[in-house]
């Protein structure tokens, strides 16, 4: 017989009742690498654009490249260090395949980064509640 368990069972309510949650799907992840040199302007811009960082018209590549603050626009305004630390779901292909994210916030959503506002906020109690579905569980034999 075997018993499903959840594969993110910590209970922060009281420690972490200031963070939010996100579902995000790994590919938006992916893509919110920053641009490099071997992009052109239009896509610094573009990407720039799609994440709310500011720039000029009169800005050379190099001084966008300087403008972006982050490696990854997701990561780098969430807490966890890197796309290796991540909690995905059971997912197998890419398509589907969804990590948490967590981020700091004060509950006023005029505060949350703006790289977050197209995704859904959970509270800790909503994320463990999604996260107890069949989606983020395994079953252990």
Known sequence: MSEETNRWSDDYSGRWKSRAYLIVPVAD???????????TIAQIKTW???YGYEYTSDMSKSDLLQAIPVSNALIDNAIQSGKDTLRKNNGDDGDSSKALLKF???????????VFSSYDKYSHSE??????????TSEIE
């Open 48 to 50: 720039m654009d799609s």
């Open 127 to 136: 994320i463990m509640t999604e996260l107890s579905g069949k989606e983020w």
């Open 104 to 114: 700091a916030c004060d509950n006023d959503p005029d505060n949350d980064p703006s």
């Open 29 to 39: 992840i992916d893509s919110a690498d920053a641009p490099t040199d071997s992009n």
